[in-house]
């Protein structure tokens, strides 16, 4: 079962990128270019096919996406990938390479990387058709015209990998909107699919809220209307038009694989650089000044809204109010030792450890306790976005000033606004400039650091 229904799209793009290099770098081994310089060579042609992958789109193959689309891709990759190589010879001035065999390798690469990339694209749509595996639960709101078709591609094309739930007449007496909103959670949808000219705006405004705090992804079934004045994603499934209200970067299976190496090469530099010798010396402080265990747990909300134990250098005496309230300032359970690393954030650095186990980002929406998030997904709306991704040591908030205790809820709103802003603009500069604020701001000190 859990074979079945677990999501690997994310190993998919990374597993891609690995095979086709040691593809294009293992023919060039095997056959007699006669390149002089081998570490040269074979650093020219994979950054080239990173590039070149990266410009293309080369691995953006989704569960929808045509024969004809993967045949475009590799004909632009490859086109350019034989320009590339052949300018190796006159840039770094190879005069004895054979062209011929340089020829014979361009045409094993390009029939071992097709073949393999049409054989990944067969075997996933049979995985899906066939196994049921990776399925995505959808429903349609809406019975025009388009909203059927979609219907019929959604139960004829099992090979995409969509089990259709059910389609809400809008145009009934009994739709109702709350009973709607109901079922889809009942049901646990993963995506929605609404024909925008059966709903009104309000209605529209109420999905798009409802979507964002519960985690479901929206998309729209268009009409020749300009409904939308914002960036939509076009899609097709089959013929039918699909418009997506959000892209999230980090669904990205490319981004999403950049930072999680990056998580883990900063972690294990932190752990074993840092921690290693830091947990036994704060060990020792903490244990003489209150009696207690060095590390402090809590659960927090994590990434699709589930929970996880946090961990942080314990610097409040025990207590049965951990759970329920905030450190606030001059607070009375907070030990000498532990104003210091709260205040420098040294405190948090035991998270490296949730980093490097998946449970956490180095930067990210900092993760909340289970009492807040029951509490403000309920009162701030867009509140949930923030669990689009994993929750992060440092974020994007926390360097604009709003870190620390909850004072009122303003505080919390301003949070989400920096939040959602970093789930929908996510990019590595983004996290390497936080990062550096970070501990610009741990070295200089912070007002609400206590």
């Given at each position: 079962?859990?074979?079945?229904?677990?999501?690997?799209?994310?190993?998919?793009?990374?597993?891609?990128?690995?095979?086709?290099?040691?593809?294009?770098?293992?023919?060039?081994?095997?056959?007699?270019?006669?390149?002089?310089?081998?570490?040269?060579?074979?650093?020219?042609?994979?950054?080239?096919?990173?590039?070149?992958?990266?410009?293309?789109?080369?691995?953006?193959?989704?569960?929808?996406?045509?024969?004809?689309?993967?045949?475009?891709?590799?004909?632009?990759?490859?086109?350019?990938?034989?320009?590339?190589?052949?300018?190796?010879?006159?840039?770094?001035?190879?005069?004895?390479?054979?062209?011929?065999?340089?020829?014979?390798?361009?045409?094993?690469?390009?029939?071992?990387?097709?073949?393999?990339?049409?054989?990944?694209?067969?075997?996933?749509?049979?995985?899906?058709?066939?196994?049921?595996?990776?399925?995505?639960?959808?429903?349609?709101?809406?019975?025009?015209?388009?909203?059927?078709?979609?219907?019929?591609?959604?139960?004829?094309?099992?090979?995409?990998?969509?089990?259709?739930?059910?389609?809400?007449?809008?145009?009934?007496?009994?739709?109702?909107?709350?009973?709607?909103?109901?079922?889809?959670?009942?049901?646990?949808?993963?995506?929605?699919?609404?024909?925008?000219?059966?709903?009104d705006n309000e209605e529209l405004t109420d999905f798009i809220n409802?979507?964002?705090?519960?985690?479901?992804?929206?998309?729209?079934?268009?009409?020749?209307?300009?409904?939308?004045?914002?960036?939509?994603?076009?899609?097709?499934?089959?013929?039918?038009?699909?418009?997506?209200?959000?892209?999230?970067?980090?669904?990205?299976?490319?981004?999403?694989?950049?930072?999680?190496?990056?998580?883990?090469?900063?972690?294990?530099?932190?752990?074993?650089?840092?921690?290693?010798?830091?947990?036994?010396?704060?060990?020792?402080?903490?244990?003489?000044?209150?009696?207690?265990?060095?590390?402090?747990?809590?659960?927090?909300?994590?990434?699709?809204?589930?929970?996880?134990?946090?961990?942080?250098?314990?610097?409040?005496?025990?207590?049965?109010?951990?759970?329920?309230?905030?450190?606030?300032?001059?607070?009375?359970?907070?030990?000498?030792?532990?104003?210091?690393?709260?205040?420098?954030?040294?405190?948090?650095?035991?998270?490296?450890?949730?980093?490097?186990?998946?449970?956490?980002?180095?930067?990210?929406?900092?993760?909340?306790?289970?009492?807040?998030?029951?509490?403000?997904?309920?009162?701030?709306?867009?509140?949930?976005?923030?669990?689009?991704?994993?929750?992060?040591?440092?974020?994007?908030?926390?360097?604009?000033?709003?870190?620390?205790?909850?004072?009122?809820?303003?505080?919390?709103?301003?949070?989400?606004?920096?939040?959602?802003?970093?789930?929908?603009?996510?990019?590595?500069?983004?996290d390497l400039k936080i990062m550096t604020q970070t501990v610009f701001?741990?070295?200089?000190?912070?007002?609400?650091?206590?």
């Open positions: 079962m859990f074979f079945k229904q677990g999501s690997y799209s994310s190993f998919i793009t990374p597993s891609s990128y690995i095979f086709d290099l040691m593809i294009v770098n293992g023919f060039a081994y095997l056959l007699p270019i006669n390149f002089q310089n081998p570490i040269i060579f074979h650093s020219y042609i994979s950054i080239a096919w990173i590039i070149l992958s990266l410009k293309n789109e080369f691995y953006q193959i989704y569960r929808y996406t045509k024969v004809t689309y993967i045949l475009r891709l590799l004909f632009a990759q490859f086109f350019f990938f034989f320009l590339i190589l052949y300018a190796f010879i006159g840039f770094f001035k190879q005069p004895l390479m054979s062209r011929l065999a340089l020829a014979e390798y361009f045409a094993f690469a390009f029939i071992v990387v097709s073949i393999i990339k049409f054989l990944n694209y067969i075997l996933l749509m049979k995985y899906r058709g066939s196994i049921k595996g990776n399925l995505r639960n959808v429903v349609v709101v809406g019975k025009s015209k388009k909203a059927d078709q979609l219907v019929d591609v959604f139960e004829e094309r099992t090979e995409y990998g969509y089990q259709f739930i059910k389609q809400f007449n809008t145009k009934e007496d009994l739709f109702n909107l709350q009973d709607c909103f109901a079922y889809i959670i009942e049901k646990n949808v993963n995506e929605i699919y609404c024909s925008v000219s059966e709903l409802f979507a964002d705090n519960n985690l479901k992804t929206l998309k729209f079934i268009p009409d020749n209307k300009n409904i939308f004045s914002k960036k939509l994603k076009f899609e097709y499934y089959d013929y039918i038009p699909i418009l997506s209200l959000r892209d999230i970067p980090l669904h990205n299976p490319i981004n999403s694989f950049l930072k999680r190496t990056f998580d883990i090469l900063f972690s294990i530099i932190i752990i074993l650089g840092l921690l290693s010798w830091l947990i036994p010396l704060l060990a020792i402080i903490i244990s003489l000044e209150s009696r207690g265990p060095v590390f402090f747990r809590q659960k927090r909300n994590g990434i699709d809204n589930r929970e996880f134990y946090c961990y942080k250098f314990r610097s409040m005496a025990p207590n049965d109010d951990a759970d329920d309230y905030q450190a606030s300032k001059n607070d009375m359970r907070v030990t000498r030792i532990g104003k210091f690393i709260r205040r420098t954030s040294i405190d948090e650095l035991p998270q490296f450890y949730n980093v490097f186990f998946g449970t956490m980002s180095v930067v990210g929406p900092r993760p909340h306790m289970v009492k807040h998030t029951n509490e403000y997904a309920n009162k701030v709306d867009k509140y949930m976005l923030r669990h689009f991704v994993k929750p992060g040591i440092t974020g994007l908030a926390q360097v604009r000033g709003y870190r620390g205790e909850i004072e009122k809820d303003n505080d919390m709103l301003n949070r989400i606004k920096f939040d959602i802003f970093y789930v929908e603009n996510w990019s590595l500069f983004l701001n741990a070295i200089s000190g912070e007002d609400k650091a206590y």
